[in-house]
Structures are given as C-alpha cells and as structure tokens.
C-alpha cells in the first residue's frame, strides 16, 4: 500500500501516533526533502529508510516505486510540510497506483489552507483553490479568471512575492474586497488577520520585515 502521510506545518504536536505508527513501520519513506525529512523523523525517533521524491525527479522514480509496492513493501510518502499532492508533489504517483490496482491510502492531517478558511471568517460553504499563482507567463490570466469569481478563493504566496500579489489583489478585485491572511499557521508566531485589500497592503507596506509561508484568502465578488 501507497501511505500518503501529513506532516506537521508547525507545531510537532500535530503529528498523530497513527501517522508515526506508519513512518515507523512501511519499508520505505519516499520524501520532498530528505534533509527536512530526516529532521523531523530525529525529533520523532523514528529510524527508517528514506529516498528523494520531489518534482524534479518523481517521474524517474514512478516505476522504482510500483515495483516496489507491486512486490508487497509498504511506501509512506511525506513533504516538507502537510499534506502530498496539495500545491506538492504526490498526485502522479498516486494515479500510477491507481493504473497498477495498488490501493493508497491518505491520513487525515494538517494542509495549510483549511485552518486559515475556516478562522478567515469568509464564506466557506464553497471555495476555489488556486495554491501558487504563476510566478510570470499567464499570471495576469489568473488573476482576471479569479476576479471574477463569485465564491471565496484561497491563495498560497512566500514572503517575498506577497507584498506582489497583495497589489495584484487591489488592482484586479478593489480596493474593499475583502481579505484575511495567515502567516506560520500552528507555529509560535502565527498571525491571522482580516480586513480589506487596501488596509492589509498598507499594513505589509509598513513592516519592517515579512517572514513566514501565507495562505491569502480572498472574498468572491
């Protein structure tokens, strides 16, 4: 079985035992970040063999991998942080699985954008979600198709484009639309906070520094 496994976003606490039961027990952990992995795996003592899976080698190692399973060993895969396939990679593993009649199984567990949704105080009864805008070629496509949007949507940006895209939400969606940001969700200086577009760019224009991952929660039109 293909084990798709959430890791914490912050706080180590969100690991759950069922989650270090897995990590602990398959015969191979496929991981983003194998450095990043094998931190977290130190803190939760666990000792297991790991092996590079990211974007720019899953297509090399697909079959690797459905050999392995196909033979009976038992695969976990993580990211750096949360849940596989979510603005990570995942989801061409997860089909090749499918294609081979391999049963995969995902945890339940942390993914950034639902707890920044449900404490946004935007509506929530329907979402679109968009993760990462293109960083140049069709960014500006984006932007007009999510403007028009009449339901909430959700963003992910860094800290060093989100000054970028809190200025594209101003020029494309106004001035009062509003928005609700949230910075190092679960970790000690999580910061979560609503108003509308021209305030919360005001706000980020006059910090003296920007640290931390965002989720952008933008009200539909």
Known sequence: MLYLVP??????????PRSIEILQDVQLILAEDTRN??????????????????????HNQIDYVIQLLSSGQDVAMVTDAGTPGISDPGYLLV??????????????GPTAFVPALAA????????????????????QTRWKFLSELEYT?????????VIKCLKEIVEFCGEERKICFAREISKLHEEIKQGTAKAILEDFENRPSIKGEFVIIVSGK
């Open 37 to 58: 992995t094998g931190k977290l795996l130190k803190l939760l003592a666990i000792e297991n063999r790991m092996k590079a899976f990211h974007a720019h080698n899953e």
């Open 95 to 108: 089909n090749a699985c499918h294609e081979n009649n391999i049963q995969v199984s995902c945890l339940p």
């Open 153 to 161: 949507f959700i963003l992910y940006e860094s800290p060093y484009r």
């Open 7 to 16: 890791t914490p976003i912050g706080n180590l606490g969100d690991a759950t």
């Open 120 to 139: 946004s105080g935007l509506p929530s009864d329907k979402f679109y979600f968009e993760g990462f805008l293109p960083q140049k070629k069709g960014r």
